[in-house]
């Protein structure tokens, strides 16, 4: 596969921005575009994870480190803007002086109405970008879920938003029988059919079973869908060696945020990303996806963003411990070649 991209700005559909809370209503700026699902921490204090978009709507949050409900506060994400976003004056998203980080992705705007599958959702899908967020209504029963990529989701978070339940994800890599909670640091789960229906995704649809992570009846679900977009993009699966000189795994870009969670044992959903961590510092600073856990600097190995991928060093358990599986999620911050077969800057 040739290494180039037709994303040659990554920062149009994904951007990180770090910003310093006042306490009061704060419009936040620097994504580069409007975004469509925003995700904020705050990186000195044990707040829960603020996950935002723009199907459920503005002032609307689940969080990624529990399994409770959507709550909707007035004070929490109030808008989404031209380049970023508002917050009021709750702690999670804006306690004065305190730092948070923003993980944004642009979608497709406003959500519509996909009836492809067996049953209705409502979805905001770039294809360009494979990022689709799709809302839809428990049966209880198996069935089909429209999602609008045009290209088969790798990647799939899903989460009934209009009651407590874990969270689940698919990963094409682990099988469509196996799921991983996010909302906790298990391994993978064991397998069943209840999850995904032991069905692949096609480039239309994803198919559920009975579980009541993926298919409450009549509850309602939300459903985070990436597809593998070269440059820009990519999702897969390593093996560790335990050893200072860590594997390299090749994404084609470099990237400027990564998620790894270890999934044949224990282990937290590990997130770094370019602006928070040193770069090609073994002590980058690392947050939990799972935990509320303020911002920690590696000790005994992280990671290296290179120009084409990333590379483990050290032998931190989580991230390169010898025999240990890992999936992993990276966005680009630069394709490593452009869409005209130019190289972009290394570092």
Same mark, same amino acid.
């Given at each position: 596969m040739a290494a180039y991209t037709t994303i040659d700005d990554a920062g149009a559909f994904f951007n990180t921005i770090?910003? =310093?809370?006042?306490?009061?209503?704060?419009?936040?700026?620097?994504?580069?575009?409007?975004?469509?699902?925003?995700?904020?921490?705050?990186?000195?204090? =044990?707040?829960?994870?603020?996950?935002?978009? #723009?199907?459920?709507g503005a002032t609307k949050y689940l969080e990624c480190n529990d399994l409770t409900a959507e709550t909707t506060n007035a004070e929490s994400l109030k808008s989404f803007d031209s380049d970023g976003f508002t917050v009021g004056?709750?702690?999670?998203?804006?306690?004065?002086?305190?730092?948070?980080?923003?993980?944004?992705?642009?979608?497709?705007?406003?959500?519509?109405?996909?009836?492809?599958? =067996?049953?209705?959702? =409502? #979805?905001?899908?770039?294809?360009?970008?494979? #990022?689709?967020?799709?809302?839809?209504t428990g049966t209880g029963a198996t069935a089909t879920i429209g999602h609008g990529l045009g290209t088969v989701p790798q990647l799939i978070f899903t989460k009934v938003f209009s009651d407590t339940e874990d969270w689940m994800v698919y990963v094409e890599n682990l099988g469509n029988e196996t799921g991983l909670r996010f909302n906790d640091?298990?391994?993978?789960?064991?397998?069943?059919?209840?999850?995904?229906?032991?069905?692949?995704?096609?480039?239309?649809?994803?198919?559920?079973?009975?579980?009541?992570?993926?298919?409450?009846?009549?509850?309602?679900? #939300?459903?985070?869908?990436?597809?593998?977009?070269?440059?820009?993009?990519?999702?897969?699966?390593?093996?560790?060696?335990?050893?200072?000189?860590?594997i390299f795994t090749f994404t084609g870009f470099r990237p400027a945020f990564i998620m790894v969670k270890r999934t044949d044992t224990t282990n937290n959903w590990i997130l770094l990303n370019n602006k928070m961590s040193l770069y090609n510092n073994e002590e980058g600073n690392e947050l939990y996806a799972d935990l509320t856990q303020y911002q920690n600097p590696f000790t005994d190995g992280g990671l290296d963003f290179?120009?084409?991928?990333?590379?483990?060093?050290?032998?931190?358990?989580?991230?390169?411990?010898?025999?240990?599986?890992?999936?992993?999620?990276?966005?680009?911050?630069?394709?490593f070649v452009n869409s005209s077969s130019v190289p972009t800057n290394a570092r």
């Open positions: 770090l910003y =310093t809370a006042t306490g009061s209503s704060l419009a936040v700026t620097g994504a580069g575009f409007q975004p469509d699902v925003t995700w904020i921490k705050n990186r000195t204090a =044990t707040d829960p994870h603020i996950l935002t978009d #723009v199907v459920r004056t709750m702690a999670s998203v804006n306690t004065n002086t305190e730092g948070y980080v923003a993980w944004n992705w642009k979608a497709g705007g406003t959500g519509a109405l996909n009836e492809v599958g =067996t049953s209705d959702s =409502t #979805v905001s899908v770039n294809t360009t970008s494979g #990022v689709s967020i799709a809302t839809y640091n298990f391994a993978s789960l064991a397998t069943s059919s209840a999850y995904y229906n032991d069905t692949t995704p096609t480039s239309t649809v994803f198919t559920v079973g009975t579980h009541p992570s993926t298919n409450w009846n009549t509850k309602t679900l #939300v459903a985070y869908c990436f597809a593998p977009i070269q440059g820009f993009s990519a999702m897969g699966t390593y093996e560790g060696n335990g050893n200072a000189n860590g290179l120009s084409n991928g990333f590379k483990c060093r050290g032998t931190n358990a989580s991230l390169n411990a010898s025999g240990g599986d890992y999936t992993y999620v990276a966005f680009a911050e630069s394709p």
